[in-house]
Every structure is written in structure tokens, then in C-alpha cells.
């Protein structure tokens, strides 16, 4: 049975056409990030995620059911895909009709490599990392903390290049051709160097779990105070 808030989730993006809506109730559905993200958000204890920025939102139902979960006062959703981008804001706008608190939400086209400066509270970086290259990858992880206030999180997950790594790779060599996700880099690390990278660019991990399937690391980062 699905939960309210999974449910709510769902009505925010009831009016797309069905290619965005199946895919968002899928990912609601079959990605363990969709059930555990609400657990990890109520023990997460600061009084509010403050603003908030999904980087490479997608179609931004992440960032949507965090600010269902949890108060905030800002949210930022950026992806460099503005096929996704429009997607989201199409089913944002016809949302903010209804729900005033939603006026402070925006989502926009953005390429993650070239973040414009800005200060948030609380980050998401989900299934990204893994589209840059080496060097892009340590400055997004640089600009993000740049960005990220004192005492504030990071969350973070990433598939590590173990089995699970090596079957999304083929499954990410299909979708590319298909011409489902744009780019062309794929840059797999292991969960150790993707730690290690948090590590060098200063952030305390607070907390880690290492999925089985698809070898995922999933990471909750602190910005010293
Ligand atoms: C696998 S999807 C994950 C989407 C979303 N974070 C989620 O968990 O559902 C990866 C997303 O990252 C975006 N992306 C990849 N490289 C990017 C870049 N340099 N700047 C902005 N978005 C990027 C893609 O367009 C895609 O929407």
C-alpha cells in the first residue's frame, strides 16, 4: 500500500503527460531511496531543512517529497535537462495554485558544473556524481561545500563500481543510445574513493549505508559549524 506521502508525491505530478508521470511513480514505487528518504529526513534533527538545493533534480521528486516530509523554506531543483526541468515546473506552478507555502519552490536549468553562488542549508545529490569525469567530480564536490552553510547536510548517493556498477553502466549505455539521458561521460567510483572524496573536501559523514543491489553508497555529510 502506498504511503500519504508517496501519494501526495504522485498528485503533484497527476496533470504531465504519462512518460513523466509513470516514470516519477516507478522510481516512487521501486527505488529504496523513495522509502528511506522520509526516515532519514525525520531523524534528521535540525528544526527545518532550510533551503534546500537537488542537484540534477531530474524531474525533482525528491526534492517534492523531502519538502512534504519536512518544513523548509527554500527549494532549488537544477538539472541541465530542460525537457525534465519543464516538467517539473509544469507540475509545480498548477501545485502553488493550492498551496501557498510552494511559492518559495523553483526549479531551473542548470548544468551542475557551473553552479551559480548561492547559500543553502541542506543538499541532495543523488545518482549524479557519476556523470563527471575525476576532476569534475572534485570540483562539484568543492563548490557544493562552497555553498553548503556551517552545520549544513549533504545528502549524497551514488552507485560504486562494484557489480551493481557494472550492470548500471551497461543499463546507462542503453538509455544514452536511446537518447533517454543526455552527456557521455560515466565515471563509476568505489564507495571508498567516493568517501575519501567527501572526506578531502572537508565534510564529517554522519551517516553510511552501503546498499546491496546496484552497489550503492548512500551518505548523509556535515558542513563543520
Ligand atoms: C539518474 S538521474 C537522477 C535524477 C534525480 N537526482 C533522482 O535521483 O531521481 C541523473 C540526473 O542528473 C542530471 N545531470 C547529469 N549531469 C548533470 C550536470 N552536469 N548538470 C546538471 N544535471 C546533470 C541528468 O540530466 C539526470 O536528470
Redesign the pocket.
Known amino acids: 500500500m502506498k504511503s500519504t506521502i508517496h501519494q501526495q508525491v504522485t498528485n503533484f505530478y497527476s496533470a504531465l503527460h504519462p512518460r513523466h508521470r509513470f516514470y516519477v511513480q516507478g ?1 516512487l514505487r521501486w527505488d529504496d ?1 523513495s522509502a528511506t528518504l522520509p526516515q532519514y529526513l525525520r531523524c534528521d534533527e535540525r528544526q527545518s531543512l532550510g533551503r534546500l538545493l ?5 524531474r525533482g ?2 526534492g517534492v517529497l523531502a519538502g512534504l516530509s519536512r518544513p523548509l523554506d527554500q527549494l532549488v531543483g ?4 530542460a525537457g ?1 526541468i519543464a516538467a517539473a515546473q509544469r507540475a509545480l506552478t498548477r501545485a502553488q495554485i493550492s498551496q501557498p507555502a510552494m511559492r518559495s519552490w523553483k526549479f531551473s536549468v ?4 557551473y553552479l551559480k553562488a548561492s547559500a543553502f542549508d541542506t543538499i ?1 545529490l ?3 556524481l557519476h ?2 569525469d575525476e576532476p569534475q567530480q572534485l570540483k562539484l564536490a568543492q563548490a557544493l561545500v562552497k555553498i553548503l552553510s556551517p552545520g549544513g547536510r549533504l545528502y549524497f548517493r551514488d552507485t560504486g563500481s562494484g557489480l551493481g556498477g557494472r550492470v548500471n553502466l551497461l543499463i546507462e549505455k542503453l538509455i544514452r543510445r536511446l537518447g533517454i ?3 557521455h561521460t560515466l565515471n563509476f567510483r568505489t564507495s571508498d574513493q567516493l568517501e575519501s572524496l567527501w572526506a578531502h573536501v572537508g565534510l564529517k559523514c554522519l551517516t553510511k549505508v552501503q546498499g546491496d543491489k546496484f552497489s550503492t553508497l548512500f551518505l548523509i555529510l556535515e558542513k563543520s559549524e
Open positions: 522510481k531511496l537537488d542537484v540534477g533534480c531530474g521528486q525528491y537544477v538539472d541541465f535537462d525534465k542548470e548544468d551542475a558544473t541532495f543523488f545518482d549524479v556523470y563527471l539521458m543526455k552527456g
